[in-house]
């Protein structure tokens, strides 16, 4: 099968129908039949990324094969390479940017539905469990955040402490302050990129419960 054939034969209305479904579920009874409807849209997919990995393999050997005529000529032959070979180079390198921008969008479907399938409950009971351990994560998480919190404090505490000593005039104090200003930044950017990521976590986190809570 050639690549536009098979492009044209990959059909993601369901996967796309399924995540918006996903936001709306809020009773039990309609989890198997979603969950259900949804591994088979993945495995779907995941069978579709196999096929895109085989014609994958075909354009690379191809696109070998062509640069190889051309290495294969002489200094000067190669200058003057046909148009053709070049031409074709060309169609290859596009065909396989084309596919892998196609599997890199059907891998985050199939993550998606893989997700959307995590997370919903099949019972009260299930529910039940899932916020017990997500409240848990939170609370590791929120404790993380309190540890970030205090070392970026303490860096603060020295930076200030340090910079009493910084008082002189001229080009020499306005420089002095102006470097341990800079490691302040820099000894406080990690954490906050650390703070900033546990942030995003625990927020999801709360989403996630308040979604599963209005399951009836």
Not at 88 to 106: M, R, S
Request: no cysteine.
């Amino acid at each position: 099968m050639d690549l536009q054939t098979l492009v044209n034969s990959l059909d993601l209305t369901k996967a796309s129908t399924l995540l918006t479904e996903f936001n709306n579920l809020n009773r039990f009874e309609e989890v198997e039949r979603f969950d259900n409807e949804s591994k088979f849209e993945k495995e779907k997919l995941q069978t579709f990324i196999e096929d895109l990995n085989v014609a994958r393999k075909s354009i690379v050997e191809n696109l070998d094969a062509e640069k190889r005529l051309i290495s294969e000529k002489s200094f000067f032959a190669r200058i003057f390479s046909s148009s053709v070979e070049k031409k074709n180079i060309k169609i290859l390198n596009k065909n396989l940017a084309t596919l892998d921008n196609l599997a890199d969008k059907i891998s985050n479907l199939i993550e998606a539905l893989d997700d959307a399938i995590s997370k919903t409950p099949d019972s009260p009971a299930e529910a039940k469990e899932m916020i017990k351990d997500l409240k848990l994560i939170k609370k590791e998480l929120t404790q993380q955040k309190k540890e970030i919190n205090s070392n970026m404090r303490e860096i603060r505490v020295e930076s200030r402490q340090n910079s009493v000593y910084l008082t002189g005039g001229g080009k020499f104090g306005k420089a002095a302050r102006m470097s341990a200003r800079l490691q302040k930044e820099s000894a406080l950017r990690p954490h906050e990129t650390e703070k900033a990521s546990l942030d995003r976590q625990i927020l999801n986190i709360e989403r996630t419960i308040l979604w599963i809570e209005k399951f009836k």
